[in-house]
């Protein structure tokens, strides 16, 4: 095995880890955008006075990348609005009033699955989607045109604070094995690598021992450093596989599957419950009660913010996501989405500015990809295109390294991506 791709040591403050899931009382209004994914924004399938049920569609799109939207509450729709969400975008939300009775829509029931083509169709009726954050529709994902040989397991959850898929694999670890096999049937795959960070320990024991006589799941486990989530670098630092520029995974034969994703698929296929709740992670200093909460999806972030003792009126900055690469948050209104693993509340924060570059180099020595951020953003300055694509600037996965090691405070992160979008796609 080559040597392991450079990286942070950061303080994971993994204050949650031993905080059990809570389950979050229903809010008496939801809002659930139509846009929770990667790709095109679904169409709502309901109108306003309609009446819904827990589990019942009320979005879809007929383009191929996206993925349909469920209801998580029974209750009545009482608003069709337009929605802005943290990245800017603007999708149509469906406002339903709940009634507290969490009816069960007939829509509800496992799929029938008797072989790929029906297994792929299943997940995508799920509403699946990444959990680890980036929301690619997982049935898109799971169909590559490639011969795939390896099926990753991302369960490194580098990010500080975050434990959500942590729980996950100390709460439900038989559904996650189950996911794990059910995935190595269905897509013909002859090994699976579940790969865990070594800052948890109970974790990797747990999976060691109910896989040791299974010759198809090996236990991976990863260096506690970051950001080892990424997909390029879980990919090479468990295989050696290197993902070129412009390939997918699949091109490299791996399939990258966030553990927390494998494990609702397997409900699924048990119970025809689709997408409609999530666990996530609240921490951060402004937080008197940090805990894992699984809400229904709409639910607003201030009602579970209130609920963990969150000192509202003292927040100066709200993070959907860890703080590497999470996305701050323009208010505590917006709802929980599907991509939603934590929710981070901060009043100790400064916003420091940015010097010029002293050329010190340590923003290339700690990326993962060895691109060279500092010579980008000059690039970038002076939009010399072909100069950005010589750097190799698409392969910035935007995992916030450069940034945090800056001493001149530069948003170099943040410039990569401002440069990728001048590159033209093909």
């Not at 069709?80 to 999708?91: E, K």
């Not at 997909?231 to 090479?236: D, G, L, N, R, T």
């Given at each position: 095995m080559k040597k392991k791709l450079r990286g942070l040591k950061l303080n994971h403050r993994k204050n949650t880890e031993n905080s059990a899931t809570v389950e979050f009382p229903l809010s008496a209004k939801l809002t659930v955008p139509m846009s929770m994914n990667m790709g095109a924004p679904c169409v709502p399938l309901v109108k306003v006075g309609d009446e819904v049920k827990v589990g019942q569609?009320?979005?879809d799109t007929d383009a191929f990348f996206s993925v349909p939207v469920h209801s998580g509450a029974s209750g009545r729709v009482t608003a069709?609005?337009?929605?802005?969400?943290?990245?800017?975008?603007?999708?149509k939300a469906v406002e339903i009033e709940t009634d507290g009775l969490q009816t069960v829509s007939d829509e509800v029931k496992p799929p029938a699955i008797s072989d790929k083509e029906s297994f792929i169709k299943a997940v995508r009726e799920s509403g699946s989607c990444g959990l680890g954050g980036?929301?690619?529709p997982t049935h898109i994902k799971l169909n590559p045109k490639t011969k795939i040989d390896t099926l990753i397991i991302n369960a490194a959850e580098c990010e500080p604070y975050i434990t959500a898929d942590y729980r996950e694999m100390i709460e439900n670890s038989e559904d996650i094995a189950g996911g794990i096999k059910l995935l190595l049937k269905m897509l013909d795959i002859p090994k699976a690598k579940l790969a865990i960070e070594a800052n948890k320990p109970e974790a990797i024991e747990k999976f060691t021992k109910m896989t040791e006589n299974d010759d198809s799941i090996e236990v991976f486990t990863l260096p506690s450093s970051y950001p080892q989530g990424a997909?390029?670098?879980?990919?090479?630092n468990t295989t050696g596989k290197i993902v070129k520029e412009g390939e997918l995974p699949s091109d490299e034969g791996v399939i990258v599957m966030n553990v927390s994703t494998v494990s609702?698929?397997?409900r699924y296929t048990k119970t025809g419950m689709p997408?409609?709740?999530?666990?996530?992670?609240?921490?951060?200093?402004a937080v008197g009660e940090p805990k894992n909460v699984r809400a229904v999806i709409g639910t607003p972030f201030r009602e579970i913010l209130e609920f963990c003792k969150t000192d509202m009126e003292n927040v100066k900055k709200l993070i959907g996501g860890g703080p590497m690469m999470g996305m701050s948050l323009p208010s505590a209104d917006m709802p929980v989405v599907k991509t939603t693993n934590a929710l981070l509340a901060v009043k100790s924060y400064d916003e420091r500015k940015?010097?010029?570059c002293i050329r010190c180099g340590r923003c290339v020595n700690v990326c993962p990809l060895g691109i060279m951020p500092a010579e980008i953003e000059r690039a970038y300055k002076i939009r010399?295109?072909?100069e950005l694509k010589s750097l190799k600037v698409t392969l910035c996965m935007n995992c916030g390294s450069c940034t945090y090691v800056c001493p001149a405070n530069r948003k170099l992160a943040e410039t990569n991506q401002l440069a990728k979008m001048l590159i033209p796609r093909k």
């Open positions: 569609k009320i979005g069709i609005t337009d929605y802005l969400a943290a990245n800017g975008s603007v999708c980036a929301g690619f997909e390029k670098v879980i990919i090479y609702f698929i397997y997408l409609t709740s999530r666990r996530l992670t609240v921490d951060g200093d940015p010097t010029a010399n295109i072909e």
